[in-house]
T-cell receptor, first 113, second 112 residues
Framework: DGGITQSPKYLFRKEGQNVTLSCEQNLNHDAMYWYRQDPGQGLRLIYYSQIVNDFQKGDIAEGYSVSREKKESFPLTVTSAQKNPTAFYLC????????????FGPGTRLLVL | GDSVTQMEGPVTLSEEAFLTINCTYTATGYPSLFWYVQYPGEGLQLLLKATKADDKGSNKGFEATYRKETTSFHLEKGSVQVSDSAVYFCALNAGNNRKLIWGLGTSLAVNP
């Protein structure tokens, strides 16, 4: 089955620690996205990538980093510079073209110990 | 800039009631419009979409019509079920960069 997988489902971070969230897709999509979801604030775009080896900052990129070395993979690192990382993180992908839909993974909930 | 405004929730309905969730937008050009649904603890799923004026998107009994004259894309369902309880997001895409502009979401609770 084609789809997007995110792991782990829950992740705990200690103070000062960097953590990496995994996102893999087998839909052969060019574009991938990372969103942060907080209660009552909807979805906010962290980073997006339209093609391998290229990515752009979204609206709230500070304290996060990404890489896009393979078409299938778009990992997100939450660095120690992100002072309020507790949130639900969603990865998505889409095909090329305008007006295309984004397909979402099941999400990773990050909690700070 | 482009934006999406949804009616605030939570919306609470009894089973078999009629549902409307309002969505209006501001955009340059001719955006594509989307409704997504998020069940508790899960990712978002595409519910329906419309890519040009007067198009009607429909899926699972939900419908929305792209109204350019009123810049709206209201979500409707004639008879809701308990299983429709979720958060519904309206979104638009107006550019070539494939970014979606999101509303804040509307929570729906359907009671038996």
């Amino acid at each position: 089955d084609g789809g997007i997988t995110q792991s782990p489902k829950y992740l705990f971070r200690k103070e000062g620690q960097n953590v990496t969230l995994s996102c893999e897709q087998n839909l052969n999509h060019d574009a991938m996205y990372w969103y942060r979801q907080d209660p009552g604030q909807g979805l906010r775009l962290i980073y997006y990538s339209q093609i391998v080896n290229d990515f752009q900052k979204g609206d709230i990129a500070e304290g996060y980093s990404v890489s896009r070395e393979k078409k299938e993979s778009f990992p997100l690192t939450v660095t120690s510079a992100q002072k309020n990382p507790t949130a639900f993180y969603l990865c998505a992908s889409s095909t090329s073209g305008t007006g295309v839909s984004q397909y979402f993974g099941p999400g990773t909930r990050l909690l700070v110990l | 800039g482009d934006s999406v405004t949804q009616m605030e929730g939570p919306v609470t309905l009894s089973e078999e009631a009629f549902l409307t969730i309002n969505c209006t937008y501001t955009a340059t050009g001719y955006p594509s419009l989307f409704w997504y649904v998020q069940y508790p603890g899960e990712g978002l799923q595409l519910l329906l979409k419309a890519t040009k004026a007067d198009d009607k998107g429909s899926n699972k009994g939900f419908e929305a019509t792209y109204r350019k004259e009123t810049t709206s894309f209201h979500l409707e369902k004639g008879s809701v079920q308990v299983s429709d309880s979720a958060v519904y997001f309206c979104a638009l895409n107006a550019g070539n960069n494939r970014k979606l502009i999101w509303g804040l979401g509307t929570s729906l609770a359907v009671n038996p």
